[in-house]
């Protein structure tokens, strides 16, 4: 499992009337996360029946990297905005590809 990727799904939930203002802050992500050393996939999907339901599909070469991106100063920046717009924390998974 070393040379194995981290894939992360990562679910963020915005409050009913925050939807444009939350979509707003993720989609401030995407660039500079796609320039981190280690991101391969960075995408922001938003659900076709559920408007409020944003997942992050990510893939990184290690943990190591993925800690680095969480602890990046545009992802601490977001996270510092979704106070009032998330119905709760979000929900960051992270995977090994099986098959």
């Not at 601490?76 to 992270?94: C, F, H, M, S, W």
Request: aromatic letters at 6%; hydrophobic letters at 40%.
């Amino acid at each position: 499992m070393t040379n194995q990727t981290i894939r992360v799904v990562a679910r963020v939930v915005a409050l009913p009337d925050k939807i444009e203002a939350l979509k707003a802050v993720l989609l401030e992500l995407i660039e500079p996360t796609r320039q981190e050393t280690g991101a391969i996939t960075y995408e922001l999907l938003q659900n076709q029946h559920d408007p409020t339901d944003f997942t992050f599909v990510e893939e990184w070469t290690s943990n190591e990297a993925l800690n680095n991106h969480l602890d990046s100063p545009h992802l601490q920046e977001a996270a510092a905005k979704l106070e009032g717009l998330v119905a709760n924390a979000p929900d960051i998974r992270r995977y090994y590809l099986v098959a």
